[in-house]
């Protein structure tokens, strides 16, 4: 033990000696004189980083008058822009039977209970399949998630009845399969609850920004909450923006791309406030980031139809690798009951928010 420490003494004396000492405080010298070299640092492009669309573009025709797999008023419609589809969410028509239903039901009922028609369309308008949404809610807005050669819907679902319709609590996500009859409780639905405490939960999907956008209520007051999808996807709710819902007519759907929402609001010619040809349909961006409403603007599109009343909004992208390309889609139910039809016009001019509004 001895020898060991006298060895340790011998090697542990020259670090410390005064010549060693100089020479270290000369080199802490030295390195305090040599410049400090930037470290670089890659700037990530906020996903609330976008152009805004011009409202007050004419818009132009996608489709027109194109039958769905019910007769009822289009709600809500989304596109997938990789394989060219189009989803139509309506309330399912009263009069029919579903497998283990033990007679028809009506339309009413129907409202009540929350039950939707889902239409596959191409993007000529021709239906492709269907599916039934048994409790799931209203359709107010509804988002397509493209995997591959699959879709995958987003919805609100079970529904909660207040006054005469069912109104989704929570959302879901679930593969199109057509001819398929789901309920809230089907196996294989994917469901969400973002915001403890919330009702009147709706969802869309910007797919150019990986994002997902869910209109709720909460203490009687709507607000939009933006995520990031995949991260909702793996049941991490934290929110990139959360804003309170501007005041606006009678309210038709939203659609969000980059940095703002779009919502839709208006009723058809004949109610309050609607004639024709004018009618009361328009348009608000809200800048995501400040909850600032940026412009509004009266929606002319379609203009010769017949009932022609606003049903939802959907981000298309023509071309998905160019993502900077979108259009903003604006939904019209016309013609008459029990034969609703569908019509799709579409805005895609995007400037810089400043530029649009001085």
């Known amino acids: 033990m001895n020898k060991l420490n006298g060895i340790a003494k011998r090697v542990i004396r020259p670090l410390f000696s005064r010549k060693n000492l100089a020479r270290t405080v000369a080199g802490i010298a030295v390195l305090s004189l040599l410049p400090i070299l930037p470290v670089q640092v890659t700037a990530v492009k906020s996903p609330l980083s976008s152009k805004m669309f011009v409202l007050s573009e004419p818009a132009t025709?996608?489709?027109?008058?194109?039958?769905?797999?019910?007769?009822?008023?289009m709600q809500s419609f989304a596109f997938d822009n990789v394989n060219q589809r189009i989803y139509v969410v309506q309330l399912m028509a009263g009069g029919q039977q579903l497998p283990g239903e033990s007679s028809p039901v009506s339309g009413a009922e129907r409202d009540l209970?929350?039950?939707?028609?889902?239409?596959?369309?191409?993007?000529?308008?021709?239906?492709?399949?269907?599916?039934?949404?048994?409790?799931?809610?209203?359709?107010?807005?509804?988002?397509?998630?493209?995997?591959?050669?699959?879709?995958?819907?987003?919805?609100e679902t079970d529904s909660?009845?207040?006054?005469?319709?069912?109104?989704?609590?929570?959302?879901?996500?679930f593969p199109f399969e057509s001819g398929k009859v789901l309920t809230p409780d089907t196996a294989g639905i994917q469901k969400h609850e973002l915001i403890e405490g919330a009702d009147r939960t709706t969802v869309n999907l910007d797919s150019a920004n990986g994002l997902l956008t869910m209109r709720?209520?909460?203490?009687?007051?709507?607000?939009?909450?933006v995520y990031d999808l995949e991260a909702v996807k793996r049941n991490e709710y934290a929110a990139i923006a959360d804003v309170p819902q501007p005041s606006v007519g009678t309210f038709q759907g939203f659609a969000s791309y980059g940095g703002y929402l779009y919502l839709l609001e208006g009723t058809s010619y004949g109610s309050a406030g609607s004639v024709a040809p004018?009618?009361?349909?328009?348009?608000?961006?809200?800048?995501?980031?400040?909850?600032?409403?940026?412009?509004?603007?009266?929606?002319?599109?379609?203009?010769?139809?017949?009932?022609?009343?606003p049903e939802g909004l959907a981000i298309r992208i023509p071309d998905p690798s160019h993502s900077q390309k979108a259009q903003l889609g604006i939904g019209f139910a016309s013609n008459f009951t029990p034969t609703r039809l569908a019509n799709i016009y579409v805005l895609d001019r995007l400037l810089p928010a400043q530029a649009i509004v001085k």
């Open 160 to 173: 909660v009845t207040e006054g005469k319709s069912g109104w989704g609590s929570r959302i879901a996500r």
């Open 278 to 309: 004018t009618g009361n349909t328009y348009l608000t961006s809200v800048d995501l980031q400040t909850g600032r409403v940026v412009d509004k603007q009266l929606i002319t599109a379609g203009s010769d139809l017949s009932f022609r009343e």
């Open 61 to 73: 025709e996608l489709i027109r008058e194109k039958a769905l797999h019910n007769g009822t008023v």
């Open 216 to 225: 709720y209520r909460k203490e009687g007051v709507f607000r939009f909450a």
């Open 113 to 155: 209970r929350g039950d939707l028609t889902l239409t596959q369309l191409d993007m000529a308008g021709n239906e492709l399949g269907h599916m039934f949404l048994k409790g799931f809610g209203h359709g107010v807005q509804i988002g397509v998630e493209s995997v591959g050669s699959n879709a995958y819907l987003w919805t």
